[in-house]
């Protein structure tokens, strides 16, 4: 084996060996290798066959940006090697072969590819020939093609999906994003930062002298509580409004950041000459990888290709590890390294100033020819530039230009809502690194409003020298690839152009270049410089091709798995905790169900009605739903949503809404506040909240009213304080609004300040009660809240939860809607008939309301009651069956105690013939038993709504 002692190899297990099998053969590696560096280890460097011409294949990068590393596995096709780990018993398999791996049938391919031009397949085998290339040669290049296998028979696996939100999502987890990240989170930002790699640091990982930066913002990072690292995540694009799919396995995290910032570094490439694809030519930083992740000896005799620092740095670390230089090639003319160069002529190595032409051999490197020299070896390692990871900021509108001056590409973002930061952004060394992402932290906290601070950049001495542009010019024998993925050489691209192809957009669809799986990001850079040349353009004005999401591969697993539903928060979350609140999900919201020990949750709840029915509560309405409507024709649009007149409803006044469908089923109800001519501040239900705004949407759009509506639910925060005394909790709040019963009537509304916050204040009451119900900016909810809290310690007023709200809303009679309605339900069925305007000529439902009337009520809402014990079983509970002469015509909607009452109270679907009060009808309990009850009004509680018009 060809491993490395300790230190090398900080990733592997050395006390774990692992056994696998590669093509029959039995392979160890260590826990923690991946499929390719535990082959390499074993001297096994081919990995694969080319996917035209079937040319031996094996590791470049190490950070699987290339089609050279997928393999197959059982029950997988196309996986990279080189970041597979291994597992006990794995079995692993080449792909694109014919026979075997190493005597592949169709290696001839290779000798045919003067016969085998980009596009020759149209021109062969389209026109007079289509339908032989239908019937005969599609089928087998199809076949030929060997892009793996599918396990239609595969162990079924769970993929899980996920909702994440953060103030700032750092992607990349090198110098760049870890120090972006830590200063945004220690300035008090909830950070998430996501690395594609089992471990963060990035280059500082395996890059030469970069332990101590490493270790610093390592120990930092771990110290932050409000940041979050996620390890072995993919971010796989950007979409609309900083919205991030980040994949972790079989899981989807569906992201939504209010900022991010990219630091996803660059990416390393490779050199074009004759041979280039060769096992055993690799990038500086795969030897890189090699040696200080898994102590894997790249090879025994190495050249270096080295155009700049990091090319110096790497020979350094061949030679520490044991590798024999044989020399360096450097094509600048000056030199690239500086004290590097220096350190190796110390050590007896020799720089050649020249470029490599040609590398040798047929299934591993051998030798390569540098300006005329062969040189025996059997590593060739090249770093000679990089281009930024491109894909994800321009996927956000950013634009990529080019630096003719420092042949490198640069990004721009004149319209991107992200920061870029680091490599990506065209920077080198540590220092000037570390200084552009704590430049990019500090914008972020300026734009969400947190302590921060001006940070000017540094220059980049270094960054100079990063790049170098070579001249490229097609190998007379050709195989001097440009694209390992799909077998493009330098002659294909230049073939493109003379068929009159300038576009590289139209030259990626006639060749093929970037269409793999690497997506062109070792190929876009050598592309852009040979179809510029051969066009007579510059660079920047040849461009690459688009980036679109995804960036890598993904299951359909994984677009398909479970969904997790979104978890929402109330402004007041951590005051509800606070509190002692029992928080339960409630749809996609958390909300408190009661206040105080879990242990006596009955005594409790109880505690909460009777302080609500005596004295006075409050209740966090937040997740009522919020739509404004505006324009001149918002009364309009208002009359023909929902069943009552709102066209000439006064401003200040409050007035219920009712919203049915076009069957005439009732599907929302709420409350409309006109606060202008022109302004509607209508409440929804909220479950019902999402749906109503989009048919809203779809309702403005066919009618085309001058008329504007918006979601502002997350916008408002609302709470209701109810009871006897809650007019001396309002008066006793620093407000410029009349709380009087003069200056404040059942059903006014307006707007105004409460303790210093704006708020529209409505005076509704779904409890029975009065009561007054402040909404104002979540932003300034707690301030609020506390103000009302300490309003109502004169009169003991307590919080109550949602447990109570329940009951006391039964004891009112007030109906949930999608509790006690269901898709059927019509305002007749509820007693409704009052909400719904007989003078519109038009409301949506107005026709099928009519029509069911006609037909009369099959069923009808009622309230029933039962005087029995509070635990007794002989209670019809909610879905019990309400029955009439033993056939069942309704059911329980609602059933609960009333500790006010004394009693049990449902509401119920009962015969449309049997409504009337005093009627009996028989219900079914849930032990078999049949009670009888009478039919009563829907409000059980203060009938005659004296208590809430005080």
């Known amino acids: 084996m060809t491993r490395l002692p300790a230190p090398w190899g900080h990733r592997i297990n050395r006390d774990k060996p692992v056994s696998f099998r590669f093509e029959g053969t039995k392979f160890t590696g260590f826990e923690g290798d991946v499929i390719a560096s535990s082959l390499a280890a074993n001297d096994q460097w081919m990995l694969s066959r080319s996917f035209k011409y079937h040319r031996p294949r094996g590791l470049m990068s190490m950070a699987g940006s290339e089609a050279d590393t997928l393999v197959q596995l059982p029950s997988d096709p196309n996986v990279q090697a080189d970041r597979h780990q291994i597992s006990e018993g794995l079995l692993v398999t080449a792909q694109n072969v014919n026979g075997s791996l190493a005597n592949d049938r169709d290696a001839f391919m290779d000798k045919l590819g003067r016969f085998m031009p980009v596009g020759f397949y149209y021109r062969t085998f389209m026109g007079p020939t289509r339908n032989a290339w239908l019937k005969f040669w599609e089928p087998l290049i199809r076949k030929k093609a060997g892009l793996g296998v599918l396990d239609t028979n595969a162990t079924h696996q769970n993929y899980e999906k996920a909702n994440l939100f953060c103030d700032l999502l750092v992607v990349g987890g090198g110098a760049a994003g870890l120090t972006a990240a830590i200063e945004a989170a220690e300035a008090g930002a909830d950070v998430i930062l996501a690395e594609m790699e089992p471990e963060i640091g990035g280059a500082l990982t395996y890059r030469r002298d970069s332990s101590d930066l490493l270790h610093d913002l390592r120990n930092r990072a771990t110290a932050c509580p409000n940041l979050r690292i996620m390890t072995d995540t993919l971010v796989n694009g950007w979409y609309e409004d900083n919205w991030l799919p980040l994949i972790r396995g079989n899981k989807l995290f569906k992201t939504r950041a209010v900022e991010v910032i990219l630091a996803t570094g660059a990416i390393e490439q490779p050199a074009t000459f004759r041979n280039n694809d060769l096992p055993g030519i690799m990038l500086g930083s795969a030897a890189q990888r090699l040696m200080r992740h898994y102590a894997v000896k790249p090879g025994n005799r190495a050249v270096v290709l080295a155009a700049n620092p990091d090319g110096y740095r790497v020979a350094l670390d061949l030679l520490d590890a044991g590798v024999e230089l044989a020399t360096v090639v450097d094509p600048r003319a000056g030199g690239s390294g500086g004290d590097l160069a220096n350190a190796l002529h110390t050590k007896g190595v020799k720089t050649l100033t020249g470029d490599i032409t040609e590398a040798q051999g047929k299934k591993h490197l051998k030798s390569v020819t540098a300006d005329g020299t062969r040189i025996p070896c059997d590593l060739l390692v090249m770093s000679v530039g990089s281009v930024p990871m491109w894909q994800l900021p321009c996927q956000a509108g950013a634009k990529l230009s080019y630096d003719q001056d420092h042949a490198r590409f640069n990004l721009t973002l004149p319209d991107a809502p992200l920061h870029i930061a680091g490599s990506v952004n065209g920077l080198s060394s540590h220092d000037a690194v570390t200084t552009d992402a704590i430049r990019s932290a500090h914008q972020v906290l300026a734009q969400l409003d947190l302590p921060h601070r001006d940070i000017a950049g540094v220059e980049d001495t270094e960054a100079v020298l990063a790049n170098f542009e070579p001249t490229i010019t097609a190998h007379p024998k050709g195989k001097d690839f440009i694209d390992r993925d799909e077998d493009i050489q330098v002659k294909d691209l230049q073939n493109a152009t003379r068929e009159g192809y300038r576009e590289l957009e139209l030259i990626k669809r006639f060749t093929t270049v970037g269409m793999g799986p690497s997506q062109g990001r070792h190929s876009a850079l050598a592309a852009a410089r040979i179809v510029a040349k051969a066009t007579d353009r510059s660079i920047a004005e040849t461009g690459v091709t688009t980036a679109r999401p995804p960036f890598a591969p993904e299951t359909l697993g994984v677009l398909s798995g479970h969904h997790h539903p979104a978890e929402r928060r109330t402004a007041l979350h951590q005051e509800h905790l606070r509190l002692g609140a029992d928080m339960r999900p409630v749809g996609a919201w958390w909300r408190p169900y009661f206040y105080g020990d879990k242990t006596d949750a009955r005594c409790l709840i109880d505690e909460e009605v009777r302080a609500v029915r005596e004295n006075a509560g409050v209740l966090d309405v937040s997740t009522l739903g919020g739509l404004e409507v505006r324009g001149p024709d918002a009364g309009e649009f208002l009359n023909r949503i929902y069943t009552m007149a709102y066209k000439k409803q006064p401003v200040g006044r409050c007035r219920y809404c009712l919203m049915t469908n076009e069957m005439g089923t009732v599907i929302d109800d709420g409350v409309a506040l006109?606060?202008?001519?022109?302004?509607?501040?209508?409440?929804?239900?909220?479950?019902?909240?999402?749906?109503?705004?989009?048919?809203?949407?779809?309702?403005?759009?066919?009618?085309?009213?001058?008329?504007?509506?918006?979601?502002?639910?997350?916008?408002?925060?609302?709470?209701?304080?109810?009871?006897?005394?809650?007019?001396?909790?309002?008066?006793?709040?620093?407000?410029?609004?009349?709380?009087?019963?003069?200056?404040?009537?059942?059903?006014?509304?307006?707007?105004?300040?409460?303790?210093?916050?704006?708020?529209?204040?409505?005076?509704?009451?779904?409890?029975?009660?009065?009561?007054?119900?402040?909404?104002?900016?979540?932003?300034?909810?707690?301030?609020?809240?506390?103000?009302?809290?300490?309003?109502?310690?004169?009169?003991?007023?307590?919080?109550?939860?949602?447990?109570?709200?329940?009951?006391?809303?039964?004891?009112?009679?007030?109906?949930?809607?999608?509790?006690?309605?269901?898709?059927?339900?019509?305002?007749?069925?509820?007693?409704?008939?009052?909400?719904?305007?007989?003078?519109?000529?038009?409301?949506?439902?107005?026709?099928?309301?009519?029509?069911?009337?006609?037909?009369?009520?099959?069923?009808?809402?009622?309230?029933?009651?039962?005087?029995?014990?509070?635990?007794?079983?002989?209670?019809?509970?909610?879905?019990?069956?309400?029955?009439?002469?033993?056939?069942?015509?309704?059911?329980?909607?609602?059933?609960?105690?009333?500790?006010?009452?004394?009693?049990?109270?449902?509401?119920?679907?009962?015969?449309?013939?049997?409504?009337?009060?005093?009627?009996?009808?028989?219900l079914k309990c849930r032990n078999g038993k049949r009670v009888n009850a009478p039919v009563e009004g829907h409000a059980f509680f203060d009938p005659d709504n004296k208590r809430q018009e005080v």
């Not at 409505?762 to 007054?772: A, H, K, P, V």
């Not at 509820?830 to 519109?840: E, H, N, R, Y």
């Open 674 to 922: 006109r606060l202008a001519d022109d302004l509607y501040y209508v409440t929804a239900t909220t479950g019902a909240v999402a749906r109503v705004y989009a048919d809203m949407l779809f309702w403005n759009a066919q009618w085309q009213l001058d008329v504007d509506v918006l979601n502002v639910t997350s916008a408002f925060s609302g709470f209701n304080i109810t009871g006897p005394n809650a007019r001396q909790v309002v008066e006793a709040l620093n407000s410029n609004i009349d709380f009087s019963h003069e200056g404040f009537a059942y059903l006014e509304g307006c707007e105004g300040r409460v303790a210093g916050v704006p708020v529209r204040a409505m005076r509704i009451g779904f409890t029975g009660e009065l009561s007054y119900e402040l909404h104002c900016p979540s932003s300034h909810a707690l301030t609020l809240w506390q103000a009302i809290m300490e309003a109502g310690k004169s009169v003991s007023l307590r919080p109550y939860g949602l447990e109570a709200s329940r009951i006391l809303r039964l004891e009112k009679g007030h109906i949930l809607i999608g509790q006690d309605t269901d898709a059927l339900t019509s305002p007749d069925e509820l007693g409704f008939d009052w909400a719904v305007s007989k003078s519109k000529p038009f409301f949506i439902g107005k026709r099928a309301i009519e029509m069911r009337r006609n037909k009369g009520l099959p069923r009808k809402l009622a309230g029933l009651s039962f005087d029995a014990p509070r635990d007794s079983q002989d209670v019809p509970q909610e879905s019990c069956l309400v029955l009439r002469d033993n056939v069942p015509v309704g059911h329980v909607t609602s059933s609960l105690y009333s500790p006010t009452l004394k009693k049990h109270i449902a509401l119920a679907y009962v015969h449309g013939d049997d409504s009337d009060t005093g009627t009996q009808v028989t």
